[in-house]
């Protein structure tokens, strides 16, 4: 038209072939590596390829090392799966932190108080219930306000979190030992009592093989199941479900249970599974970046193998760098920070098209 | 016997990075944006004021009054509204998922705030794992010297430092901002329905960039006032804790209003500290519990709000979707 | 006229929406002072985007505009107001929290501080000149959708407008509520305003418009003037060949009663009243109209039946073909169901409600048989085989059964959505606005599958907003108005105005409504 015309214009994409929407990923994480290199060097000095061939040793360079970043997988994708039907469901259940920790909580609990009056046996399938129960409890608090009064599930999941760690610290305070600490040390050191097995000498194997029969579980859940189908109505059109006669407040309730009671999987995994200790801090946030995880997979099970891979890489390796170049461990942060603006922000090129105008009335993509 | 004489006036300082953090994210989401990077905002913006400071107090020469409020105020406004920007250019220009874009702030912004903050630790070689800015702070803590004149009287209303002040201005200003100026009436027009304050001919982006780095430097400062006053200029990482998500929760609280956020802060301060004035004895172990308080009636603050009806009461009916103005 | 110069003159202008979707192809379009252009085109013909280009909402990829024969450029609303060009859109663009006054003035950069007492002056002074009722402290979520409509025209006014334009701006009011609003187009007209109406009901583009231009498929057919052609002329030209009229409308073959709704009552959240004390009895193999402004009941109404709204008070029994009876009130679509009642519904909101945009159409036939069984997984075959079998028989526009809903153009949706509802052999079938948006042969379509439900014996119920279509189709009709029954009509011998008056006055017993039992 003439000089006033905008420069680019955007549209909407109608479809983009699977290839190229892969592609517009990858070089999304390209960039945002290169970038990240280049705040390596001019923050710290360091030469980046160095820092990233170190990131990559602090990951996979001894098998201690791989099993580390097996562990810190399989955990972190552990809680994705359980936010996942949540999220599908657009219910934003951030309250994973609090209900993976209500779980460790139940268990510990059992460990301590029952831990010799029954059999071994006995007292892991007590604890493993007694995990899963509380966290789902404690996601079915948030999740009866959201049916019946639609209260801000987001926020309200959130907060649960900090009470969770606040009786959390109560019982750390009554249960410490030695008295004093402000801790409470691991719990049935010489017994062993309600420690899960370990498959031959390997300490993370069983529950590396735990997370994965979940992810096939979820998987199969989500896409093949009628509670499946029936969470996808509900996120999609709430006025459909009801015209179809779901009861919507039923589907919310029984799926957050679902997701609280796996939230609480995981702080069985990590307590007895793990860690045999109970701590405020033993979820380590990962109810929030298991938020990423779900998010970037767009909530398919299978992927987020991929993307809990990438976050748990991102942290090994940054906390590999923080050692071996005497960095703060906060620098992996960072750099995962960075990486999400760019994954999160090549959305766009996938959902939309750039036209720039040339000249008059010519354009080209 | 309950002291109200300091309860009163710990409970107001500690509202403050509350009131300035839920100030900033009214502005933010009367634009239609969920500002869940809040707590990341709040921290750069301390972090970024520390360094600043530190910079500062480590030059050579006599420290001159202003230029020790102004640097760590300025960085701390560039570091917030940087983040601001990073917000809105996913958000705004990319249209990308407001809750996980926040989320990946907070990432960043923690992480960002904990690098900075032990690497200057590592620089000043201190014992303890903090940085010390107690020159600045004593500048930035500065109070009306007639205060003590006033006997409790002083003490509950005088005894504070601007930036306090500065906070219950920009709520204020902020609240009749919003209620009588056109510029209020377009931004709430913005986050009620872009689609009409489009055609209407309001530039929708420009509110939304403009909004959410305003709101996002004015949550800044609640950084700023936490590092500078509150610890009397002193650093820990990860001691700013929860009260970015707090400010959040005080949002719907307030019904999204600057001047009832002035009061609720104040509450939520006061819940905040209740636990060291309440006499527990020697069980260590209930402080925990009374902790709990702020969140538990933050819970019983959704819930009270999610009962109430009214249509002025609802959040901004465009809060938390991107706008396209070709969607069809 | 000719030799003048257009006040605005559009010229090639082309847009598209992703790489397949050409909304405008080359279109030119003059228009002159002090006429009411009509733009009439079928749905998806182009002129809702077309306007929305000269109101600065969509850019043009191509193509020129001209004012007073000046090139300009209106790349936003703003560019569009200082041209004088004001829009009203058939999605009212108001915010509903916010008063008429402020909602007048968004937008505006006028010198001084905010002023909403002026503004109200200002607003009275509009409304005084061209006969409007405008409440400026009043908030819109309070209001009337003709109150709403009004705000809108004063809105653009109070900017200045000399070019209006008037997107379906009947598609929501009463006949007598049309004829007031022509009556203000007519006073601007003649004030020396231009204005442009997009309609494609027949008789307003006769009645109000000094020339018709017509679009079809995105392309410029032709202009007439209105006084020289006639309503066959211009419904070939609009839909590109030769169509009938008509409706059928078969005799009811031994009706007997099949739903009776006795003094039902119906509240909102707010308590307000939506439905008072509503009876009436819908018979198999007949079916029965419901007209009423928007709002008046009708969704609550059809809901309620469905089983998806809380009752207040009243009876619904279903009669079964063995004379024995159900009572449906409190019960949900799932308990309905179970009693062996065969309910289908086609709601207003097709992508809101009926279907799920986001899903394909195999998963969207799965939403009423995917409990059957007891297996815990879905059976995902025979939604499939019905998915096939809806494309084939209705002529649904699709790549395939796995292709988004929400891709398929509005009247493909709306088959994909009958299909499904009448593919469980109802006894009894709502429908809501059927055919709003649908092209003239979809909608042709959509009254024969409807009228092939009535000759199976389905008792009917039809919601409409077309008069025209409600008095042809339909064997009784009921008239609401603001909830309650103002009458129930024959169909075979009412008339449209009789029917418009009772739309907005209760009560009001005529010769026709002699129907009730």
Known sequence: MNSKTPLIHITKRSDIPVGRAILIRVIAIAAALLLCGFLTTLLTGLNPIEVYASMIRGSFGTSRKLWNLLQNMAMLLCVALALAPAFRMRFWNLGGDGQALMGCLAASACMILIGDKVSNTALIIIESVAALAAGAIWALIPAIFKAKWNTNETLFTLMMNYVATQIVAFFIIIWESPKGSGNIGVINQHTEAGWFPSIGSNKYLLNVLIVIALTLIIFFYMRYTKHGYEISVVGESERTARYIGIKVHKVIIRTMLLSGAICGLAGLLLGPGTNHTLATGIIDGRGFTAVMVAWLAKFDPLVMIITSFLLVFLQRGSNEIATAFMLNKSFGDILTGIILFFIIGSDFFINYQLHFRKSGRKEAK | MFDFATFIPRAISQSIPLLLGSTGEIMTEKSGNLNLGTAGVMYVGGMCGVIGAFFYENSPGKMNGVLAVLIPLVCCLLGSLIMGLIYCFLTVTLRANQNVTGLALTTFGVGFGNFFGGSLIKISGAEVPSIILTNTSNFFRAKLPFADKFGWFGKVFLSYSFLAYAAIVIAILAGRTLKKTRTGLHLRAVGENPATADAAGINVIKYKYVATCLGSMIAGLGGLYYVMDYTNGIWSNDAFGDRGWLAIALVIFTLWNPVSSIFASILFGGLYILYIYIPTGTNLAFKELYKMLPYVVTIIVLIMTSLRNKRENQPPEALGLPYFREDR | ?517
Request: charged share 25%; with cysteine; aromatic share 4%.
């Open chain 3, 1 to 517: 006229m000719e030799e003048k110069t257009p006040k605005l003159s559009m010229r090639g202008i082309t847009k598209r929406f992703g790489t397949k979707v050409v909304a405008n192809d080359n279109v030119s379009l003059d228009v002159y002072a002090g006429e009411i252009l009509a733009l009439l085109g079928e749905n998806g013909s182009g002129k809702t985007t077309l306007m929305n280009i000269l109101a600065g909402i969509y850019y043009p990829d191509d193509g020129e505009i001209l004012i007073n024969g000046t090139p300009v450029t209106i790349a936003s609303p703003r560019e569009a107001f200082e041209h004088h060009i004001g829009m009203i859109h058939q999605h009212f663009k108001l915010v509903d929290v916010l008063t008429a006054a402020e909602n007048i003035v968004l937008g505006m950069n006028e010198e001084g501080k905010l002023d909403m007492k002026a503004a109200s002056a200002k607003i009275k002074q509009i409304c005084d000149a061209y006969g409007f009722e405008v409440n400026p402290a009043q908030k819109i979520y309070e209001m009337s959708v003709s109150e709403k409509q009004t705000v809108e025209i004063v809105k653009v006014l109070y900017r200045g407008a000399d070019l209006l334009i008037l997107d379906e701006p009947t598609a929501v009011l009463t006949p007598q509520e049309s004829e007031k609003l022509f009556a203000v187009l007519r006073n601007m007209r003649d004030d020396g305003k231009s204005i442009i109406i997009i309609t494609h009901k027949m008789n307003e583009v006769l009645s109000v418009s000094d020339r018709v231009a017509i679009l079809r498929s995105g392309a410029y057919i032709c202009d007439r003037i209105t006084s020289e052609t006639n309503a066959q002329e211009l419904t070939d030209l609009m839909v590109g060949h030769k169509v009938s009229l008509n409706i059928k409308r078969p005799e009811p073959k031994d009706p007997i009663e099949r739903i009776r709704v006795k003094g039902l009552t119906v509240k909102n959240i707010e308590g307000i009243n939506k439905l008072t004390d509503v009876s009436f009895t819908a018979r198999s193999g007949e079916i029965l109209g419901i007209a009423g402004i928007a709002g008046s009941g009708q969704k609550e109404l059809l809901e309620g039946i469905a089983g998806l709204q809380p009752i207040e008070s009243g009876t619904i029994e279903y009669v079964h073909h063995d004379g024995t009876t159900e009572n449906l009130i409190g019960k949900d679509p799932l308990e309905i169901a179970a009693l062996g009642v065969s309910l289908s519904f086609v709601p207003e909101d097709r992508l809101g409600m009926g279907l799920v945009a986001n899903m394909d159409l195999a998963d969207n036939m799965m939403l009423r048989s995917y409990r059957s069984g007891h297996s815990v997984f879905t059976n995902r075959k025979n939604p499939e085989h019905l998915a096939r079998e809806v494309i084939k028989n209705l002529e649904v526009n699709t790549p395939g059964v796995h292709a988004m809903v929400r891709k398929l153009s509005g009247g493909n949706v709306q088959k994909v959505l009958v299909g499904r509802e009448i593919a469980s052999s109802p006894t009894v079938l709502l429908t809501a606005y059927a055919v709003r948006g649908l092209d003239i042969n979809s909608s042709y379509t959509i009254y024969d599958l409807i009228n092939q439900q009535k000759e199976r014996g389905v008792a009917v119920i039809y919601v409409g907003e077309d008069l025209d279509v409600l008095v042809e189709l339909c064997d009784r009709i009921l008239v609401l108005c603001d909830g309650h029954v103002s009458g129930i009509l024959d169909g075979r011998t009412c008339d449209k105005q009789t029917i418009g008056m009772m739309m907005t006055h209760i009560g009001e017993p005529t010769e026709e409504a002699n129907d009730e039992q």
